[in-house]
Each structure stands twice: as C-alpha cells, then as structure tokens.
T-cell receptor
Framework: GAVVSQHPSRVICKSGTSVKIECRSLDFQATTMFWYRQFPKQSLMLMAT?????????EQGVEKDKFLINHASLTLSTLTVTSAHPEDSSFYIC????????????FGPGTRLLVL | LAKTTQPISMDSYEGQEVNITCSHN???????ITWYQQFPSQGPRFIIQGYKTKVTNEVASLFIPADRKSSTLSLPRVSLSDTAVYYCLVGDPAPGGYQKVTFGTGTKLQVIP
C-alpha cells in the first residue's frame, strides 16, 4: 500500500528557533500534499495545500510567513515552523495524494512538536 | 464544501458489529466518501472509500443510500484494537478538489471487553 513518512517523529526546540518537518511519499508520486495540525483531543485542521513546483495555498488564519512550505519534488514536501513559540506546540500531520489514484489521501505518522 | 456530522462517541462490546453513520446533506455530485481511522499520536489510516451503493474490503463495509446524503461504516466483530477515532470525509477527487476537505469531529469508538 501507499506509504507516507515524516521526519522527525518528534522534536523539542527552544522558543525562537525554526524547525523543519519533512514529508515523503515512499512508493508513489504526489503532486499534491497537505499539512494538518492537531491539538490534543481535537480534530485535524488543514493548514495548507502543497503543490509540486508552485506556491502552497494556505487556509484562512494560517500565517504563510511563519509556516513555510516547500514542495520541491513529487515525493517530498517540507514544513518549516519559523521562530517557533510554545503555542506552536502541536501534532503536525502531512498527507499525499497518489497521482495514479487521486481520490485517496494517504497520511504520514505525524510529528510531535514541543516548543519550550 | 460538504460538512459532515457524526456521533461524538460510541461504545461497543468485543465481537459485535459496529455501525457508524455520517451525515453529509450537502454532498456534491463529484464527491467521494472516505473513512479514516486514527489512533492517539498517529496519522489517520485509510479504511474505505465509496461513491454510491455498497463497498466492502477486508476490514469494513461502506453503505451509501441512493441520495448519498449519509453513509454508514460497518465494522464486523470489533476487537479491543479497533478502539480509535473514526473520521468521515467528503470531497471531490479532481485535482484541487480535496483542497477544501475538512475533518469533522470524528467518532470516538470505545470497544469494551
């Protein structure tokens, strides 16, 4: 089956630093990847849509200068949380659409970010 | 954007069949219905997807009535390991169509020994 990986699985950083999270589709090509954020006991909230070779589309209320997204290839998208603050602590999950089966999204295992 | 409504939580005993219903009254013609399962601190896992009538795979069945305004995920003979949150998503698979898919609250299924 389609596999999406994320790295790192968890990260702890100091306030003010930047953190990069990678999302990779391991056995399929994905022109579109999505980034979600999930707070404890809440549902997933879509942050942005990442399209290979073009700028990401951000949801309302998500700061594009704070959450930098790069989708440089058909198998890799990165989310960089810039100048992280404690309120950015959350569970970040990416998903990818298989170009061959566009009706289905496959999700990564998530990245737990803790900002001290 | 088709909004979905699910029960917040459900309890079931081991070995029973569980049916979780999702309402999506504003579903569009091109929308597919997809169900995901999520365990704590993990990403959602694809369970099943359908457009109309009935779909069955090795883990679940999905029933969709003719008007497609609702769908029911059926889990046969649940076990303790099926305790998780189940999400119903509705979206258009066309390029860019899933851009606005929104996760609802999901249904927290608790399987009891």
């Amino acid at each position: 089956g389609a596999v999406v990986s994320q790295h790192p699985s968890r990260v702890i950083c100091k306030s003010g630093t930047s953190v990069k999270i990678e999302c990779r589709s391991l056995d399929f090509q994905a022109t579109t990847m999505f980034w979600y954020r999930q707070f404890p006991k809440q549902s997933l909230m879509l942050m942005a849509t990442s399209n290979e070779g073009s700028k990401a589309t951000y949801e309302q209320g998500v700061e594009k200068d704070k959450f930098l997204i790069n989708h440089a290839s058909l198998t890799l998208s990165t989310l960089t949380v810039t100048s992280a603050h404690p309120e950015d602590s959350s569970f970040y999950i990416c998903s990818a659409r298989d170009m061959a089966r566009v009706e289905t999204q496959y999700f990564g295992p998530g990245t737990r970010l803790l900002v001290l | 954007l088709a909004k979905t409504t699910q029960p917040i939580s459900m309890d079931s005993y081991e070995g029973q069949e569980v049916n979780i219903t999702c309402s999506h009254n504003n579903i569009a013609t091109n929308d597919y219905i997809t169900w995901y399962q999520q365990f704590p601190s993990q990403g959602p896992r694809f369970i099943i997807q359908g457009y109309k009538t009935k779909v069955t795979n090795e883990v679940a069945s999905l029933f969709i009535p003719a008007d497609r305004k609702s769908s029911t995920l059926s889990l046969p003979r649940v076990s303790l390991s099926d305790t998780a949150v189940y999400y119903c998503l509705v979206g258009d698979p066309a390029p860019g169509g899933y851009q606005k898919v929104t996760f609802g609250t999901g249904t927290k299924l608790q399987v009891i020994p």
